[in-house]
């Protein structure tokens, strides 16, 4: 059952670069799933910190802690974070010595997209949902949907909320969104380089004065200019 089907305006505008999705399944277990598309630098602590809201905010004050379910958060990124080569890493809480399990009550997943490897077994359900959200245009999974059937369920799904106005204006609000954001982060990034290398040239540039050398060899050196050089030996 999913718990959270509306997407807002704001929503989309806030969360450029993520989509959660929690749910419960048949077996009575809290899931929620993140969709990410651009590396944060802090996917490890916020999973952690989400699955421990999930499962804190279960119980309401004297309840008893029997009544706490099974709680799993599931990363699907859209690009490589862990260091391990698999695309699906699964993490328990277990004894660092023994390996011994704790409790499965917390389980963590990361699926790494870009990781999934040209010839994946397509018959193992996670490659094939994996495809589909790789491309679902693609040869793959217009293989993939004559012959399973929840992969054709879901490209039926994804050309009707195509067909649907308010759904498409949405989709174009996120999309537009992510890549003005994007676009925003990776010019503070090139800004960010060239101040990095701009501070390591004046640096160099005083190690330079202090050897003694002329304003202008320096320049040449650096990259800076000469009025720049004259200040810094003022």
Same mark, same amino acid.
């Given at each position: 059952?999913?718990?959270?089907?509306?997407? &807002?305006? $704001?929503?989309?505008?806030?969360?450029?670069?993520?989509?959660?999705?929690?749910?419960?399944?048949?077996?009575?277990?809290?899931?929620?799933?993140?969709?990410?598309?651009?590396?944060?630098? &802090?996917?490890?602590?916020?999973? !952690?910190?989400?699955?421990?809201?999930?499962?804190?905010?279960?119980? &309401?004050?004297?309840?008893?802690?029997?009544?706490?379910?099974?709680?799993?958060?599931? &990363?699907?990124?859209?690009? +490589?974070?862990?260091?391990?080569?698999?695309? @699906?890493?699964?993490?328990?809480?277990?004894?660092? @010595?023994?390996?011994?399990? !704790?409790?499965?009550?917390?389980?963590?997943?990361?699926?790494?997209?870009?990781?999934?490897?040209?010839?994946?077994?397509?018959?193992?359900?996670?490659?094939?949902?994996?495809?589909?959200? +790789?491309?679902?245009?693609?040869? +793959?999974?217009?293989?993939?949907?004559?012959?399973?059937?929840?992969? =054709?369920?879901?490209?039926?799904?994804?050309?009707?909320?195509?067909?649907?106005?308010?759904?498409?204006?949405?989709?174009?609000? =996120?999309?537009?969104?992510?890549?003005?954001?994007?676009?925003?982060?990776?010019?503070?990034? =090139?800004?960010?380089?060239?101040? $990095?290398?701009?501070?390591?040239?004046?640096?160099?540039?005083?190690? !330079?004065?202090?050897?003694? !050398?002329?304003?202008?060899?320096?320049?040449?050196?650096?990259?800076?200019?000469?009025?720049?050089?004259?200040?810094?030996?003022?």
């Amino acid at each position: 059952e999913i718990k959270n089907t509306d997407l &807002n305006k $704001g929503y989309i505008e806030d969360k450029f670069s993520r989509l959660d999705v929690k749910a419960t399944t048949s077996n009575n277990e809290i899931i929620n799933i993140e969709i990410q598309l651009k590396n944060e630098y &802090n996917m490890i602590k916020r999973s !952690l910190y989400y699955w421990s809201k999930l499962y804190s905010e279960q119980l &309401n004050e004297g309840e008893d802690y029997s009544l706490l379910k099974r709680t799993i958060c599931i &990363n699907i990124l859209n690009f +490589k974070y862990l260091k391990t080569r698999m695309f @699906h890493s699964v993490y328990r809480m277990k004894e660092i @010595h023994t390996n011994e399990e !704790l409790s499965d009550i917390e389980e963590i997943h990361f699926i790494e997209i870009p990781k999934l490897e040209d010839g994946s077994d397509e018959k193992d359900m996670l490659v094939a949902w994996i495809e589909f959200l +790789k491309n679902p245009e693609s040869e +793959k999974v217009r293989s993939l949907e004559m012959s399973v059937d929840e992969i =054709r369920e879901a490209k039926d799904e994804l050309i009707k909320m195509s067909n649907d106005d308010t759904q498409r204006e949405l989709y174009e609000m =996120r999309a537009k969104t992510l890549r003005d954001k994007i676009s925003a982060l990776n010019e503070a990034e =090139r800004k960010g380089i060239k101040k $990095g290398e701009k501070n390591k040239a004046i640096e160099i540039a005083k190690s !330079l004065i202090n050897l003694g !050398l002329d304003k202008e060899s320096i320049a040449k050196s650096t990259g800076l200019d000469l009025c720049e050089v004259e200040k810094l030996m003022n």
